[in-house]
């Protein structure tokens, strides 16, 4: 059980009143940015291709393989930023790099 002197937040998405600690675990959860195999990933993490990308606007293809270190997390669970050495400000999503 909760505690009796818990806050109580409103759930927009349930539209119920729900326990506030309930609604932040919740969104914590949910904020998490995992790999492509379900790893949780973090700033500056190394993360490896699980196949070839082609870059649009660089012209380029990274291959399946390469190895992008010290990414940076962005907003979105599903996109990360990193950078790769002929390859500056570079966003790839989370369902092709692997932690490495």
Known sequence: MNGENDDYAYDEVTGEWRPASEIAAEKAKAAEVRDASGNVLADGDSVILIKDLKVKGAGQTLKQGTVIKSIRLTGDP???????????????????????
């Open 78 to 100: 599903d996109e990360i930023d990193c950078r790769h050495d002929t390859i500056k400000g570079l966003v790839l999503r989370t369902e092709f790099v692997r932690k490495r």
